[in-house]
């Protein structure tokens, strides 16, 4: 997808909603462990309730790996679902993959040809040619992790160099330099949002994709005031504040009342 | 398994050798490809003709990942086969997963509960609540990205604080405050040798799992020279130099006469 493609998408449902699909077995409605593949049920309910107003969906492949053989399958399924049906819609295998160069590609290769999702989340710890094997496909997006949601991002995020700059601040700067904002983009978390002012003196143009609204506490109208740029230049994931909103079977119905919220924000920041 | 059976298993064999299982399609012999599964055709083969001469087999999750579904079966297949026959020997997922606290829990139970990994190599970027969960795990490993042997390093390992220490240095230093050497190791590079030395001031007990050894260009006596401590305390990789070794139906016998000469070095050093 381009980004020209993914700016329209956002435009026409007033939207730059993610919905992450993190399917727990523990979480999920207890009538839908009768199905034959209780995850991919689910998540087909969540996407055929919400993909009107949603721009991206976002899988944690981890949700899915901690299944084995089953839940590659699961995510195979739901990947395809999303393609066939819904091809307009941007898709994040949540993956914070990354290796040396040769391994890296195979990385790559599973997320951006085999699964065919447009975008996978890589992590910068091992520079630059652990990154670009990502970078080498056409019209696939990498979404770096520059500054995460998480309180053990206080560890080493925001170590600062000699001259002052954290480090989250100096892997985005390098990274820029990799690729441009047609197929870059960074992680951001909502939950340091005071941070997205800064970032944008540095970063204008790329999209961010920013977690830890919801659940992780952070708050929309923060980070559209500090983080929004011309294209709007973010998707915000909501995960856990949307797919488990309810676990009756009104599940799918409650996450729609869930999105159709942010989206209604959303749409007035447009 | 206990860091005791390890050291033991390092003394009675000689060795403190782990071998790469990163079986590429592209790269195994032409013949093997009539099997129904090439894959663990391969790796069986290679673990028949080497068990006896490497303490550890170190599978990436990106060569089997590549595939998919399939992919994921040749890894099962790969880890019950080493765990049926030759439960003494160390076994890591080199994945470099690392995600927020719940998700890194699914990763952990992924590859120690349901594979029953040994280890599994983690990506320190997140910082501390990305780490413990595999750290909960009792009788198994977390091996944290400290210096890597790909060039890509330099972009930010080497990135001083105003102290003037490394970013892989205070890695190293912090992660080695949330667990002690009996369930922590480091990945260390053997393109770096020099700062092996370095390193040991810091970090003088923990394991270190050394790549880069072989086709990368590191060199064994220089990683004994600096690393190595009163248990050894290296765990050096070799993949690519054994296991690809020759792509006649004489593989596995060329793969263990380079495993060898590796055994044959690694045992005056001991």
Redesign the interface.
């Known amino acids: 997808m381009t980004r020209e493609q993914l700016v329209t998408e956002i435009k026409k449902k007033e939207s730059f909603l993610c919905i992450g699909l993190?399917a727990?077995i523990t979480k999920i409605p207890q009538h839908l462990l009768n199905n034959e593949d209780p995850i991919f049920a689910f998540n087909k309910e969540i996407i055929d309730a919400t993909h009107d107003l949603t721009v991206a969906y976002k899988p944690?492949t981890?949700?899915y790996?901690?299944?084995?053989?089953k839940?590659?399958?699961s995510l195979?399924k739901t990947i395809n679902y999303i393609n066939k049906n819904h091809p307009e819609i941007f898709t994040i295998a949540?993956a914070?993959?990354?290796?040396?160069?040769n391994?890296?590609k195979?990385?790559a290769?599973?997320f951006f040809e085999?699964?065919n999702f447009d975008s996978v989340t890589v992590?910068?710890?091992?520079?630059?040619?652990?990154?670009k094997p990502f970078l080498e496909f056409k019209n696939k997006w990498t979404i770096l992790?520059g500054l995460?949601?998480?309180?053990?991002?206080?560890?080493?995020?925001f170590?600062?160099?000699?001259n002052g700059k954290e480090?989250s601040m100096?892997?985005m700067e390098?990274a820029s330099t990799w690729a441009d904002e047609n197929q870059l983009m960074f992680v951001v978390g909502a939950t340091k949002a005071e941070f997205l002012g800064e970032i944008r003196k540095s970063i204008p143009n790329h999209f961010l994709l920013v977690p830890g609204v919801g659940a992780?506490g952070g708050s929309l109208s923060e980070v559209v005031k500090y983080g929004k740029n011309k294209d709007i230049g973010l998707l915000i994931n909501s995960s856990r504040g949307i797919i488990y909103a309810d676990n009756t079977v009104n599940f799918a119905k409650v996450a729609r009342e869930k999105a159709l919220e942010l989206q209604q924000e959303m749409k007035t920041y447009i």
Chains 1, 2 share one sequence.
């Open positions: 993190d727990d944690n981890a949700f790996e901690a299944h084995g053989v839940g590659w399958i195979e949540d914070k993959r990354g290796d040396i160069g391994t890296s195979m990385y290769k599973a085999d699964m992590a910068p710890y091992m520079g630059s040619d652990s990154v992790l995460t949601s998480n309180k053990g991002a206080f560890d080493f995020q170590i600062k160099d000699k480090l100096q892997v390098t992780q």
